[in-house]
């Protein structure tokens, strides 16, 4: 992928990528300031502000890919509302947020808005490869760190809009609701039981318990469509 991809015909949010495969393999350097700006590199400039972009696509089957690595294990720099847990938490989380960008509600948006997406080059690529982002979602849905199976289990939500991978929702649902609907954080209860209820499952039992202030102080979403600071009625309005 780094090597056979031609970056510099391919966009980000700042120009040509040409920088972009050096900072891929930065995601793995020993350095934890070289990684954290790797992450960085990703969210705020080949997906910047949830847009895709020619350098999208193939960025994220290159992180697809490297999930397995042990160094995705290793930690990066937090910011005060950053989700918790190491390197492969933090790309699991980035993957939500690109399936998110390419997933029905998306679609929708952009058609509200006039802008076809079979038009629109990277969000097809994006919507091609979600049966191979899901494969190496779903293989770290039984990680040793629970950080990491609830990214994962969170990034397989958007993904499971394509209908080449319906079928893997009955399989799903259980893990959603045991670990997601359950989590410490009020974010992954809510898209569990937003999920869960999208796709015709029973969710007697679960709420999404939030304290008072709680929004105030919660972590910030790397893994969705919207930042969890943006209201709901705000995202809609939003072409990409």
């Known amino acids: 992928m780094l090597t056979e991809t031609?970056?510099?015909?391919?966009?980000?949010?700042?120009?040509?990528?040409?920088?972009?495969?050096?900072?891929?393999?930065?995601?793995?350097?020993?350095?934890?300031?070289?990684?954290s700006q790797a992450l960085d590199h990703l969210h705020h400039v080949v997906h910047h502000q949830n847009t895709l972009y020619g350098a999208t696509a193939p960025a994220a089957f290159y992180v697809a890919a490297i999930l397995p690595d042990p160094r995705?294990?290793?930690?990066?720099?937090?910011?005060?509302?950053?989700?918790?847990?190491?390197?492969?938490?933090?790309?699991l989380g980035w993957l939500d947020s690109v399936a998110n960008a390419a997933d029905d509600q998306a679609e929708a948006t952009m058609r509200h808005f006039g802008f076809p997406p079979e038009d629109y080059p990277p969000f097809v690529r994006t919507?091609?490869?979600?049966?191979?982002?899901?494969?190496a979602v779903s293989a770290c849905f039984d990680d040793h760190d629970l950080h990491v199976r609830?990214?994962?289990?969170?990034?397989?939500?958007?993904?499971?809009?394509?209908?080449?991978?319906?079928r893997h929702r009955k399989a799903a649902a259980p893990l959603l609701r045991a670990t997601l609907a359950t989590s410490a954080l009020w974010?992954?209860?809510?898209?569990?039981?937003?999920?869960?209820?999208?796709?015709?499952?029973?969710?007697?039992?679960?709420q999404v318990r939030r304290q008072a202030f709680e929004a105030c102080d919660a972590p910030s979403n790397t893994s969705s469509s919207a930042e969890w600071g943006l209201a709901a009625d705000d995202a809609a309005d939003l072409p990409f």
């Open 150 to 166: 609830e990214a994962a289990l969170a990034a397989c939500i958007p993904l499971l809009d394509d209908s080449r991978l319906h």
């Open 72 to 91: 995705t294990t290793l930690p990066v720099e937090k910011r005060p509302r950053d989700f918790p847990g190491p390197m492969r938490a933090a790309l």
């Open 6 to 35: 031609d970056w510099d015909a391919l966009d980000h949010a700042y120009g040509t990528a040409e920088d972009t495969p050096a900072q891929l393999v930065a995601l793995l350097d020993t350095d934890q300031r070289v990684r």
């Open 187 to 206: 974010q992954y209860q809510e898209r569990a039981m937003e999920a869960l209820t999208a796709w015709g499952e029973d969710t007697a039992g679960l």
């Open 127 to 135: 919507r091609e490869i979600r049966p191979l982002l899901f494969s």
